[in-house]
Structures are given as C-alpha cells and as structure tokens.
C-alpha cells in the first residue's frame, strides 16, 4: 500500500506521515486486538492489527478522528473471489454479507476513544447502495473485471488511473502482516504445536488448525477464558470449532 499512498498523498498535495510498526510493537498489539475483539480467527487478527495501530498512531497525534472505507467492498462487490458468481449467486451473497458485515476499526477507535467516521456506512448511502443494480457494482474494463465500478466511474479524471483502477488486494497484503503464519510456523515447536492442539481440543473443544492460530488462541484463552464461556449465547461470529 505504500507506494499507491505516496502517489496519492503526493496528488493531493496532503501532508502525512509514514509509520513502520516492528515486531515489538506488532506483538504487544496482537495482544490488545485480540482482547478488544474477542477473536482468535487469523484473518480478522491480521486485517486489525495494522488497523489498531494506526488508530493508536492518529490518537497519539492528537487527531480528533479518522475515516475508514469500511463496508464499500461489501456494498459494492469490491471482493475478487466473488466476480465469477453469476447474477442471481451475488445477489445471495450480498445479502448475506449485509447481515453478517462487522469492522473493527468501529470498535478498537471506542477503545482508544478516537472518533471512527464510516461514510460508507451511513444509513443513507447503505440505502443508495442496496439499490444499485449489480452491473453498476461489477463490471469490466479493458477485458478485466473490477468491483466498486460505479465509485470508480465516479473519480475518473479526478484521481489518477493507475490508483483509480488499482486492483483490490486484502488490508494483510496491503500492510505486510501475512509474514505472520510462516512466522509461527517457524518459531513454534512441532511438538509444543501437536500438544496443545490436542489439549485445547479435549479441554475447551476447540480445533486450532495452524501455529498462527494457536498462539492467538492462547492470548484468547489467557486474556478472555474459553470460548464456551466467553460466548454463552450464540452469537453471528461463533464458528463450530
């Protein structure tokens, strides 16, 4: 993400800052992430830390609050793995999405107490977007297939094309964090790994599925207690395991 950053805080002639958070400060997050959100998913633990830590970096600079482009991917189909669904599948999906769509920048800002500004989240603009027709979320240009199309559309001789057209990729691609499984998987022993797994699954019948996971979990475990107590009720985010 950093290059198309530079290119655009350059274009919009902003003045800004670069952060480069280490490992210390990645660690001593994944343990205030996981607490605040409640999850062990290594997923949604990738995607929020860079987050976390840029609402920590903007609350440290005495900034009143940030906006996010939460929730335009899940209005406006900006996700690649569901372009080659056919009309009627988007249509399911979207829905589905809409019941289910969570952010964690909504809830780390409420932590750290810096206001979180969603504006494609306001009601009126959901409204507008449940409406569009699918052809104006989902479409091609020069044989490729691009989501968002209409927001796009909208910024064409704005912005510059190559940012305008830049092909979504994941906020862990984005900010570097998918070093973390091979990571784990290097630094933790195969021994220690096949123990644990098995005594959490006897124990809190839970089935981790990767090193990565399984140092979440003991954060988790430690900082919150067991799932089984932890969500008594069932809740949107559970998963069988």
Known sequence: DLIYAKKLTDF???????????????????????????????????NSVPVYIGLKLAKEKNLDGVMTGDGLDELF?????????????LKKRLLRMWKEMRFSSILLGEVLKINVKTPFLDPEFVGFAKKVDIKHKLNVKDGRKYGKWLIRRAYEGIIPEEILWREKIPLEIGTGTTVLPKFFEMEINDNYYEERRRFYLTHDNVKLTSKEQLFYYEIFRKNCGK???????????????
């Not at 799932?227 to 395991?241: L, M, R």
Request: aromatic residues 14%; charged residues 25%; hydrophobic residues 40%.
């Open 77 to 89: 189909l900006g996700y690649p793995w569901l372009f080659d669904l056919t009309e009627d599948e």
């Open 12 to 46: 919009l002639k902003l003045n800004h800052i670069i952060h480069f958070f280490d490992v210390k400060e990645l660690f001593e997050s994944l343990n205030d992430v996981i607490s605040i959100l409640k999850t062990f998913d290594p997923m949604e633990v990738r």
């Open 227 to 241: 799932p089984a107590d932890v969500f008594k009720t069932p809740t949107g985010k559970q998963c069988p395991y």
